[in-house]
């Protein structure tokens, strides 16, 4: 593994190869979740909206992928 973590100036500076990103499912996993926080951190959405997002997003993705899953089962 080529990861390399140190601390310059007060800050975590991490370089992962982008190539270890994609064979690595936790280092993909610890990647994606800080780009989820910080889009998060920018959003002026309330909870409430977040909330609902999600529970349509959740709607949406079960609507598209129910017969796959309900399917797979019965074999």
């Known amino acids: 593994m080529q990861t390399q973590i140190k601390v310059e100036d007060g800050y975590y500076v ?7 990103s994609y064979d690595d499912r936790a280092v993909r996993d610890f990647v994606e979740g800080l ?6 951190s920018q959003s002026q959405a309330t909870e409430e909206q977040i909330t609902e997002l999600a ?3 959740q709607e949406n993705w079960w609507k598209e992928n129910k017969d796959r899953f309900l399917n797979g089962l019965s074999h």
Not at 14 to 20: K, N, T
Not at 35 to 40: C, F, L, N, P, S
Request: net charge negative.
């Open 35 to 40: 780009k989820v926080r910080e889009i998060v």
């Open 55 to 57: 529970e349509e997003l």
């Open 14 to 20: 991490i370089r992962i190869p982008v190539a270890e």
